[in-house]
T-cell receptor
Framework: EAQVTQNPRYLITVTGKKLTVTCSQNMNHEYMSWYRQDPGLGLRQIYYSMNVEVTDKGDVPEGYKVSRKEKRNFPLILESPSPNQTSLYFC?????????????FGPGTRLTVL | GESVGLHLPTLSVQEGDNSIINCAYSNSASDYFIWYKQESGKGPQFIIDIRSNMDKRQGQRVTVLLNKTVKHLSLQIAATQPGDSAVYFCAENRRGISSGSARQLTFGSGTQLTVLP
């Protein structure tokens, strides 16, 4: 089944404790992206990657890191989480190309930073 | 600044009626727009898209209208069903800085659609 998977689905952590949220897709997509979703703000893009070893900042990259060592994986790293990073996080992937191309979203990771 | 917003945060309709969800945008350089549906506890799911050179596009039970003069986008759902209850987001694709293939979507805050029995 073609899908985007995220782990963990739920995480409660404390301020300053490094964490990684994994994202994997099995559709051989070049493009992958991370979003955070907060009430009243919709989804905001954190980072995106157009291919292996190619990453770029989205709208809200502060406090986050990403890596793209393999085509299928795009982990999101919080080196020193803070309470304002409490949010619902989504990973998405799509093929590259011009024009509208459907992005496939993962099921989400709900992160709480105490 | 750039923004994609929605006129109403919530919308309730009777089952079988048509639904209209509206969206305003301010970036006239966006080359296409997408509507997503997000059910509770799930990630957003693609519904339909429309290029900026089009005024209307139809899918199965859904129609998207684009009015570039007033920078307005709407999603019409025909014969709304209970399974249509969800949050609906419009999103615009800003043209990538480094490449036209980049997906830099700006999402609106969403409209919660509730279908009443």
């Amino acid at each position: 089944e073609a899908q985007v998977t995220q782990n963990p689905r739920y995480l409660i952590t404390v301020t300053g404790k490094k964490l990684t949220v994994t994202c994997s897709q099995n559709m051989n997509h070049e493009y992958m992206s991370w979003y955070r979703q907060d009430p009243g703000l919709g989804l905001r893009q954190i980072y995106y990657s157009m291919n292996v070893e190619v990453t770029d900042k989205g709208d809200v990259p502060e406090g986050y890191k990403v890596s793209r060592k393999e085509k299928r994986n795009f982990p999101l790293i919080l080196e020193s989480p803070s309470p304002n990073q409490t949010s619902l996080y989504f990973c998405a992937s799509s093929p590259l190309g011009q024009g509208p191309i459907e992005q496939f979203f993962g099921p989400g990771t709900r992160l709480t930073v105490l | 600044g750039e923004s994609v917003g929605l006129h109403l945060p919530t919308l309730s309709v009777q089952e079988g009626d048509n639904s209209i969800i509206n969206c305003a945008y301010s970036n006239s350089a966006s080359d296409y727009f997408i509507w997503y549906k997000q059910e509770s506890g799930k990630g957003p799911q693609f519904i339909i898209d429309i290029r900026s050179n089009m005024d209307k596009r139809q899918g199965q039970r859904v129609t998207v209208l684009l009015n570039k003069t007033v920078k307005h986008l709407s999603l019409q759902i025909a014969a709304t069903q209970p399974g249509d209850s969800a949050v609906y987001f419009c999103a615009e694709n800003r043209r990538g800085i480094s490449s036209g293939s980049a997906r830099q979507l700006t999402f609106g805050s969403g409209t919660q659609l509730t279908v009443l029995p």
